[in-house]
């Protein structure tokens, strides 16, 4: 047995193709994330992993919609989405695959206008 912590992994994200890793996998990507009422991400979408998002505590904005405990949010690839943390927040994110430089910020923070995508670096 191995033992990592979860403080160690960067923003949360401790499964999937890259490193520092607990479990090296190019099947999916695992985070426990935390974030502060009024973190904020901007708007993005993926083109080939399928992002699902449960929220454990706290409410959020995304897509436009306020989220809360118990609910789980399912993006597919092409679909846009930011996060706001309305209150404190832990949430638990699964991407699959693990795509390295699969992340595209859009060209603006209204996910209801047609965006133009960027290339995250």
Known sequence: MRNDRL???VKG???????????HSAACEVAIKRYAAGDHEAAHEHRIATEVTAIVSGRVLM??????????????????TDFTALTDVVTVVVKTPSVAGDKYILASNDIDDGFRNTELK
């Open 13 to 23: 994200w401790f499964v999937g193709d890259f490193s520092p890793v607990a479990h």
């Open 63 to 80: 897509m436009g919609q306020e989220w809360s405990e118990g609910d789980i949010l399912t993006i597919l690839p092409g679909e846009a």
């Open 7 to 9: 403080d160690q992994m």
